[in-house]
């Protein structure tokens, strides 16, 4: 088991940056993939960024490639991620998510096995 925990969320201007990060309760925490999903009101949880344990290769969603970057420090159990750039389109609730394997494609909600209870963003026009 592990528990995630999300901060950083909160209400930023079009064209302006936040960070949100995600802190794991496992001293394993190198050994999971920690990806970051998004879902807005009346729209399906849609994939955002994933990192790969210990190597640290990295995947995007195609809405948010280029101003988005996802990183980790696995010695503070944490998992960040940066947004520039950020567009009204960016509003939604921000996830951590978790999983040693996954069980499905990796920008499938169903393939990761632990969540946060997610932090708002909201961009303003």
């Known amino acids: 088991q592990v528990q995630l925990v999300e901060s950083g969320g909160g209400v930023v201007q079009a064209g302006g940056s936040l960070r949100l990060s995600c802190a794991a309760s496992r001293r394993t925490f190198s050994s999971y993939n920690m990806g970051w999903f998004r879902q807005a009101p009346g729209k399906e949880r849609e994939f955002v960024a994933l990192?790969?344990?210990?190597?640290?290769?990295?995947y995007y969603g195609v809405s948010v490639k280029g101003r988005f970057t996802i990183s980790r420090d696995n010695a503070k159990n944490t998992v960040y991620l940066q947004m520039n750039s950020l567009k009204p389109e960016d509003t939604a609730v921000y996830y951590c998510?978790?999983?040693?394997?996954?069980?499905?494609?990796?920008?499938?909600?169903?393939?990761?096995?632990?969540w946060g209870q997610g932090t708002q963003v909201t961009v303003s026009s």
């Open positions: 990192i790969i344990r210990s190597g640290g290769g990295t």
């Open positions: 998510a978790a999983t040693t394997y996954f069980s499905g494609s990796y920008y499938q909600s169903e393939a990761y096995n632990y």
